[in-house]
C-alpha cells in the first residue's frame, strides 16, 4: 500500500470533451471503483487523485475533471496549465461528441506542450449493440492520425477503464523520463491528498465573480455534487 504522503513525482492529467460524455464517471470508477447511475453535469472544475508505481517509483497522478458546457471554459482553460497528459472522451452513441474532439484537441493544444501524452477514449462501450453512432475503425483511424492512442471504454462495467488510465501514466512516466524533465515533488503541501481522493472546485460562470469551494470529503467523491454522466 502506498502511503498518501509518500510519492516521488507528481502528474497532472485533465480529461475533457463535451458535457455527458462520461468524463466523472471514468474518474470516479477509476479512482474509487464506484458509477453513478444518476448524476448532474460537473460546475467548473473537480479532481481526483490516485496513487500507483511505475519502475519502482512511486507516483501520484492529480486527474483533473473539467466541464464540458461551454459557459465554463473561460474559467476551465486555466487548469490545463501543467498537464502532462490528456484523455479527451467522446460519447460513441453520439456522433457530435466525436466530431467535437476536434475543438477540444485545438484548445488542449494552446495551453500545453504539443508532446504530452494523449488518449482517445470512446465511453459507454456497454451500448454498443444498440445505440453506437461512432465506429471503433473511424474512431481508430482519427487518433492514429493526431497522434494518440485509443480505447473504447465503459464506466458503467468498468471495461478497459484502468487499461486506459494505466496507459496513459506509463505514457506520461516514459516521456517525461525520455526528456529528463522527471523532479522530485515536494510532499509537504500535497500531504492531505489521499489516494483516491476527491477535491471539488466549484466555480461560477464568467460573468460572475469568481468563488472557490473547496471540498474533502472522506478520500471519496462527494455523488450529491459530483458530476457527469456513464
Known amino acids: 500500500m502506498i502511503s498518501e504522503d509518500a510519492y516521488d513525482y507528481l502528474f497532472k492529467i485533465v480529461i475533457i470533451g463535451d458535457s455527458g460524455v462520461g468524463k466523472s464517471n471514468l474518474l470516479l470508477r477509476y479512482t474509487s471503483d464506484e458509477f453513478m447511475e444518476d448524476s448532474r453535469s460537473t460546475i467548473g472544475v473537480e479532481f481526483a487523485t490516485k496513487s500507483l508505481k511505475i519502475d519502482n517509483c512511486f507516483i501520484k ?27 479527451l472522451v467522446y460519447d460513441i452513441t453520439r456522433k457530435p461528441s466525436f466530431y467535437h474532439v476536434d475543438q477540444w484537441l485545438k484548445e488542449l493544444r494552446e495551453h500545453t506542450e504539443d508532446t504530452i501524452p494523449l488518449v482517445l477514449i470512446g465511453n459507454k ?65 500535497m500531504s492531505d491528498l489521499a489516494a483516491g481522493s476527491t477535491k471539488k472546485i466549484t466555480l461560477r460562470p464568467p460573468s ?16 450529491q455534487e459530483n458530476g457527469g454522466c456513464c
Open 208 to 223: 460572475a465573480t469568481y468563488e472557490y469551494n473547496h471540498r474533502h470529503k472522506n478520500g471519496d467523491l462527494n455523488k
Open 61 to 87: 497522478a492529480q486527474i483533473w475533471d473539467t466541464s464540458g458546457q461551454e459557459r465554463y471554459k473561460a474559467i476551465t482553460s486555466a487548469f490545463y496549465r501543467g498537464a502532462v497528459g490528456a484523455l
Open 125 to 189: 462501450l456497454d451500448l454498443s449493440d444498440v445505440n453506437r453512432a461512432v465506429s471503433t475503425e473511424e474512431a481508430k483511424q482519427y487518433a492514429t492520425d493526431a497522434g494518440m492512442l485509443f480505447f473504447e471504454t465503459s464506466a458503467y462495467d468498468s471495461t478497459n477503464v484502468n487499461d486506459a488510465f494505466e496507459t496513459m501514466f506509463d505514457h506520461v512516466y516514459t516521456e517525461l523520463s525520455k526528456n529528463r524533465l522527471l523532479k522530485k515533488s515536494s510532499t509537504r503541501n
